[in-house]
């Protein structure tokens, strides 16, 4: 929902650019290589969304009749019109967690067993913070469990940190801490960050070069990129503290959901979402979202009743003052 704001697309007019896909675009070798180095990783590749960044992840770190490990509610099992399986030739093994949390405790069982019957378990995939988990935080001290039960067992971690940097800035722990707990990680830069375009993945050397090949053979490899790039350098430089004001109005939409009779939060607000359930049957479910377009608050209706609203650069204070009075008036 952002807009490339013009202090954005004045430094994306001045980026310097090469052809990235002859490799010698500098804009995008420097972003691949601060994004490197501020996860603690080897290297990086530059790709147009999240989905191909996910995508790239997985694929190069499995082979063809692999099974992937991830909950059943991440944005990979659901919104990624299931390239894993297409493209990849990967079996998705989904498992119940609440709020997109894997199980612990059914872990061991979801790993098959070394058996001709079974597809061979390579690779886990988390989600930090969650989409449909309402953008909660993956527990630090969880991920660690799982990283520790995937490297006991031989797998590779992937994580999904489209929004890494929310959960970055809510909870003070660094990118660097979060990067040791994940063999490879997508983050993006479309999303809270602001910029028009562009994700990276990020991972060890060996990794990232079969990345490329992939990148290469989904027709994702860009030329003068260093444009879009610039936008995501803006983006690490302007947009990450101030993710923390996103924060603060999300709680403020989360507590005028909670004064609202009917309507109850379905996640506790911990970042710049809030999913919330229109559980009184006597609310007019369609009315209630579409009284909410017409005020001009633009709402994603989801399934079971529920609805999600996400706060961002570009909504103000005075944004969730407008919308506390409407909801009050609703
Ligand atoms: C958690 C998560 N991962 C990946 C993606 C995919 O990103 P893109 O839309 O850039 O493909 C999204 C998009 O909303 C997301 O929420």
Redesign the pocket.
């Known amino acids: 929902m952002t807009r490339p704001s013009a202090d954005m697309r004045k430094a994306m007019s001045q980026a310097q650019v090469g052809d990235d896909v002859l490799g010698d675009d500098p804009t995008v070798i420097s972003l691949e290589e601060r994004m490197a180095a501020l996860l603690g990783k080897e290297s990086a590749v530059y790709v ?7 995508l790239l992840g997985l694929l190069s770190q499995t082979r063809p009749g692999d099974e992937v490990i991830l909950d059943g509610n ?3 099992f659901n ?2 019109a299931g390239g894993a399986s297409v493209i990849g030739g990967l079996q998705l093994h989904p498992m119940n967690g609440p709020d997109g949390f894997l199980p612990l405790e059914e872990l061991p069982r979801a790993v098959r067993p070394d058996n001709i019957h079974h597809p061979h378990t390579s690779l886990i995939s988390v ?1 930090n ?3 449909r988990g309402g953008g909660r935080i993956y527990p630090f001290e969880q991920l660690e469990e799982v990283y520790r039960f995937a490297k006991d067992k031989n797998l590779r971690v992937h994580m ?1 940190g ?2 890494l940097a929310n959960a970055v800035v809510a909870t003070g722990i660094p990118f660097k801490k979060y990067g040791a707990l994940a063999d490879s990680i ?1 983050i ?1 830069f ?2 809270g960050m602001g910029a028009p375009v562009g ?1 990276v993945m990020i991972s060890d050397r060996e990794t990232v070069k079969r990345a490329r090949y992939w990148r290469k053979r989904l027709g994702g490899g860009m030329r003068q990129s260093g444009i879009l790039a610039q936008a995501c350098h803006y983006a690490l430089d302007n947009n990450i503290e101030r993710l923390a004001e996103d924060h603060l109005l999300a709680s403020r939409v989360g507590a005028a959901i909670e004064k609202k009779p009917g309507l109850t939060l379905s996640f506790p607000v911990e970042t710049n979402i809030v999913i919330f359930r229109v559980g009184d049957e006597s609310i007019d479910f369609e009315k209630f979202t579409k009284d909410l377009e017409n005020a001009g608050i633009r709402v994603l209706a989801f399934g079971n009743r529920s609805v999600r609203i996400v706060t961002h650069l570009d909504v103000s204070p005075a944004d969730i003052d407008y919308f506390e009075s409407v909801m009050s008036g609703l």
């Open positions: 147009p969304s999240g989905t191909m960044a996910n991440c944005h990979i919104y990624e989600e913070t969650h989409n999904d489209a929004r997508n993006c479309s999303k994700s």
